[in-house]
């Protein structure tokens, strides 16, 4: 069965310090990826995907992420945080042989510290 | 920048009372979804909807649930009998063709189902 692991429910980091949450998934067929970010009462904003190609992607608000096949992980990064960074992040996993349905991981929720 | 809407926000229903959750997807898009969200769980896929058809359902989606799209705008989910677990966000989301390549699926901002 797919499935979507966030190994890390809740990460505090300092303001301007880097961020990276990890992802982990399993699949049975070629995955495509995404991370979705969920501010409080808010719904989920695209932050990046992955489909094919370079295995380095950029997003919005400055988050990249690499899609790491042999090791099945497709971590989030940011070099530097802000403190409007503070959200829940979800990690979502899809493939055209299952239909186009996302699985979804658990989420990590980040706290900024200052 | 276009963007899914869904209303209400909020609904408050008695158990046993039939709701209808009502999306607006972004409007060149052809694939509809409703995920749901309990609270403190993982978000899960309900259904997914193309060409006026459901194209794959999960097993949480029973007879209870249907899905239509009533007009060339709106998506709807409706349950015919609520139960307290059905107490959730339900998000709506919208893709492209994505046979021609593009995946992404676009959320809107949820509506909180509380039954009471």
């Known amino acids: 069965a797919q499935s979507v692991t966030q190994p890390d429910i809740h990460i505090t980091v300092s303001e301007g310090a880097s961020l990276e949450l990890r992802c982990n998934y399993s699949y049975g067929a070629t995955p495509y990826l995404f991370w979705y970010v969920q501010s409080p009462g808010q719904g989920l904003q695209l932050l990046l995907k992955y489909f094919s190609g370079d295995t380095l992607v950029q997003g919005i608000k400055g988050f990249e992420a690499e899609f790491k096949r042999s090791q099945s992980s497709f971590n989030l990064r940011k070099p530097s945080v802000h403190w409007s960074d503070a959200a829940e992040y979800f990690c979502?996993?899809?493939?055209?042989?299952?239909?186009?349905?996302?699985?979804f991981g658990a989420g990590t929720i980040l706290r900024v510290k200052s | 920048e276009p963007e899914v809407t869904q209303t209400p926000s909020h609904q408050v229903t008695q158990m046993g009372q039939e709701v209808i959750l009502r999306c607006v997807p972004i409007s060149n898009h052809l694939y509809f979804y409703w995920y749901r969200q309990i609270l403190g769980q993982k978000v899960e896929f309900l259904v997914s909807f193309y060409n006026n058809e459901i194209s794959e359902k999960s097993e949480i989606f029973d007879d209870q649930f249907s899905v239509e799209r009533p007009d060339g705008s709106n998506f709807t989910l409706k349950i015919r009998s609520t139960k307290l677990e059905d107490s959730a966000m339900y998000f709506c989301?919208?893709?492209?063709?994505?046979?021609?390549?593009?995946?992404?699926?676009?959320f809107g901002p949820g509506t909180r189902l509380t039954v009471t």
């Open positions: 979502a996993v899809g493939a055209k042989e299952y239909g186009n349905k996302l699985v």
């Open positions: 989301a919208s893709s492209e063709f994505w046979q021609a390549g593009s995946y992404e699926q676009y």
